[in-house]
């Protein structure tokens, strides 16, 4: 009775698992809005500003982009720009970092400010009926910053921390070693440590602000619920007598490495997982781009892609294992496959990552149901990814940036409705070569190398910097 009653109760699960994917939803248009350009004077340093109006909520963000990111950082101080930017919230001339976080709190504002490898940017939001004063007190802190040695010597520690910490994760350790091996010692490749950190001194960030935070080449990002006219007046007058000449030198531009056939193994002595990851640097042009994200969609970019539904689904190694392709960048793009996998099966989850990208580009190419699907997703998900102020300046900045037209995003949702199984099969195959993937496992070797030389890989042991051991 009690094995009836319970095989009833599974009976809804089984079916399920059997059922067809349901149809996708129609497919529908979206048109994204166009930004207005303004120009500010000569003697406001005649930036361009980039508007994006939103008038839903009475909320807006103002951002200064500057073209300038890790790239520019000095030799053998990675971050230098990101700490250089977090410091301006840190105190002005007439303001401390207290006074400074309560000034804004009365304001109901917020500031950032950072670097990523490729810009920087100084960021304010808040309400409508407070714009002008907060946007005079982020200007504050984008002109007057006082570089206080004491906050310095307080950020100094938390960073070298986090960069010693980052050594005991290896999620994230896999993520920097594959930079390294990627990009080499380019920008790209370089990354903080705790040495890097206690040499760095304020006397390198206001360096790095002097040569750095100017109006040449930068830019203003301006979205939600504001005026144009009125919001570039404000703009005039917070960057009145703003001024000067960026450093000389173009941005590096790393070129996609030849692959090769070694599998990298960093020792993590112990541990119950492994991290394994597979990619390679491509340089993809539009419209090929969107036929290509398509394609990685039902290859491993989503949730019931084939290599997740394989690896997690089907063999139960992993929580999740996904794909993802980065083109937001100078240079090449990179394309990558990771996974956390029990550490009993790395090998055979190892060689079935193998397979399932080596059959997408060969003898299993997408299909005409997978691609009409992940196609849909993508265009019918469109919309929500933009939905913030934030994601649409992420993009109006990412078109100034990388050289891309205005109308960009409106160009990607006809790119998107316009890919086929045939375009997606052709994105991939002359994307991805198999045989000349970069592989890294970061595990318990004393474990995983036998089982993966036996499969017949070449295992190249490195240590934690991405260098190779005897």
Same mark, same amino acid.
């Given at each position: 009775?009690?094995?009836?009653?319970?095989?009833?109760?599974?009976?809804?699960?089984?079916?399920?698992?059997?059922?067809?994917?349901?149809?996708?939803?129609?497919?529908?248009?979206?048109?994204?809005?166009?930004?207005?350009?303004?120009?500010?004077?000569?003697?406001?340093?005649?930036?361009?500003?980039?508007?994006?109006?939103?008038?839903?909520?009475?909320?807006?963000?103002?951002?200064?982009?500057?073209?300038?990111?890790?790239?520019?950082?000095?030799?053998?101080?990675?971050?230098?720009?990101?700490?250089?930017?977090?410091?301006?919230?840190?105190?002005?001339?007439?303001?401390?970092?207290?006074?400074?976080?309560?000034?804004?709190?009365?304001? +109901?504002?917020?500031?950032?400010?950072?670097?990523?490898?490729?810009?920087?940017?100084?960021?304010?939001?808040?309400?409508?009926?407070?714009?002008?004063?907060?946007?005079?007190?982020?200007?504050? @802190?984008?002109?007057?910053?006082?570089?206080?040695?004491?906050?310095?010597?307080?950020?100094?520690?938390?960073?070298?921390?986090?960069?010693?910490?980052?050594?005991?994760?290896?999620?994230?350790?896999?993520?920097?070693?594959?930079?390294?091996?990627?990009? +080499?010692?380019?920008?790209?490749?370089?990354?903080?440590?705790?040495?890097?950190?206690?040499?760095?001194?304020?006397?390198?960030?206001?360096?790095?602000?002097?040569?750095?935070? @100017?109006?040449?080449?930068?830019?203003?990002?301006?979205?939600?619920?504001?005026?144009?006219?009125?919001?570039?007046?404000?703009?005039?007058?917070?960057?009145?007598?703003?001024?000067?000449?960026?450093?000389?030198?173009?941005?590096?531009?790393?070129?996609?490495?030849?692959?090769?056939?070694?599998?990298?193994?960093?020792?993590?002595?112990?541990?119950?997982?492994?991290?394994?990851?597979?990619?390679?640097?491509?340089?993809?042009?539009?419209?090929?781009?969107?036929?290509?994200?398509?394609?990685?969609?039902?290859?491993?970019?989503?949730?019931?892609?084939?290599?997740?539904?394989?690896?997690?689904?089907?063999?139960?190694?992993?929580?999740?294992?996904?794909?993802?392709?980065?083109?937001?960048?100078?240079?090449?793009?990179?394309? @990558?496959?990771?996974?956390?996998?029990?550490?009993?099966?790395?090998?055979?989850?190892?060689?079935?990552?193998?397979?399932?990208?080596?059959?997408?580009?060969?003898?299993?190419?997408?299909?005409?149901?997978?691609?009409?699907?992940?196609?849909?997703?993508?265009?019918?998900?469109?919309?929500?990814?933009?939905?913030?102020?934030?994601?649409?300046?992420?993009?109006?900045?990412?078109?100034?940036?990388?050289?891309?037209?205005?109308?960009?995003?409106?160009?990607?949702?006809?790119?998107?409705?316009? @890919?086929?199984?045939?375009?997606?099969?052709?994105?991939?195959?002359?994307?991805?070569?198999?045989?000349?993937?970069?592989?890294?496992?970061?595990?318990?070797?004393?474990?995983?190398?036998?089982?993966?030389?036996?499969?017949?890989?070449?295992?190249?042991?490195?240590?934690?910097?991405?260098?190779?051991?005897?």
């Amino acid at each position: 009775m009690i094995n009836a009653l319970l095989a009833l109760c599974l009976l809804p699960f089984a079916s399920a698992a059997t059922r067809p994917r349901p149809e996708p939803l129609p497919e529908s248009a979206w048109a994204p809005p166009a930004p207005t350009q303004r120009t500010l004077s000569a003697a406001a340093g005649g930036m361009p500003v980039y508007i994006v109006e939103d008038h839903e909520t009475p909320l807006w963000q103002v951002r200064l982009v500057l073209p300038r990111g890790g790239w520019s950082d000095p030799a053998g101080r990675p971050g230098t720009a990101d700490a250089a930017l977090s410091m301006l919230l840190e105190g002005t001339t007439s303001k401390s970092a207290e006074e400074i976080a309560v000034a804004a709190r009365r304001l +109901g504002a917020d500031l950032s400010a950072g670097a990523s490898a490729d810009a920087g940017s100084i960021t304010v939001s808040g309400i409508t009926r407070t714009m002008p004063e907060a946007i005079a007190l982020w200007a504050e @802190v984008v002109r007057t910053p006082s570089f206080p040695e004491s906050a310095w010597a307080r950020e100094q520690t938390r960073r070298a921390t986090d960069a010693a910490s980052r050594l005991e994760r290896p999620d994230v350790l896999a993520r920097q070693v594959a930079s390294r091996l990627f990009y +080499g010692e380019t920008y790209r490749g370089l990354y903080d440590t705790p040495d890097t950190w206690k040499a760095t001194s304020v006397a390198d960030l206001r360096t790095w602000y002097t040569a750095n935070v @100017v109006p040449d080449g930068a830019f203003l990002l301006v979205g939600g619920d504001v005026d144009p006219d009125a919001v570039t007046a404000l703009l005039e007058s917070a960057f009145a007598g703003f001024s000067g000449a960026a450093p000389a030198g173009a941005v590096p531009t790393p070129a996609p490495g030849a692959g090769n056939k070694a599998l990298f193994l960093i020792d993590n002595p112990g541990a119950p997982q492994s991290v394994v990851s597979t990619g390679a640097l491509v340089n993809v042009a539009a419209p090929k781009l969107e036929a290509l994200r398509v394609a990685n969609d039902l290859l491993g970019g989503s949730f019931t892609s084939r290599i997740n539904s394989n690896l997690r689904e089907a063999k139960g190694w992993t929580y999740g294992a996904r794909c993802s392709f980065d083109d937001e960048r100078y240079g090449a793009a990179s394309w @990558v496959c990771s996974s956390s996998i029990r550490t009993d099966a790395t090998a055979d989850a190892v060689a079935e990552l193998q397979r399932e990208i080596t059959e997408a580009v060969t003898t299993r190419p997408p299909t005409d149901e997978e691609v009409t699907f992940y196609r849909s997703s993508a265009l019918l998900g469109l919309p929500g990814s933009y939905e913030t102020t934030g994601a649409l300046l992420d993009t109006v900045a990412a078109n100034r940036l990388y050289g891309r037209p205005e109308t960009w995003l409106a160009q990607r949702t006809q790119a998107i409705a316009a @890919v086929e199984a045939s375009s997606a099969r052709a994105a991939l195959s002359s994307t991805i070569d198999p045989s000349a993937l970069t592989w890294l496992v970061v595990g318990d070797a004393a474990t995983v190398e036998p089982a993966l030389v036996a499969k017949g890989w070449l295992v190249q042991r490195i240590d934690r910097d991405g260098k190779p051991l005897p």
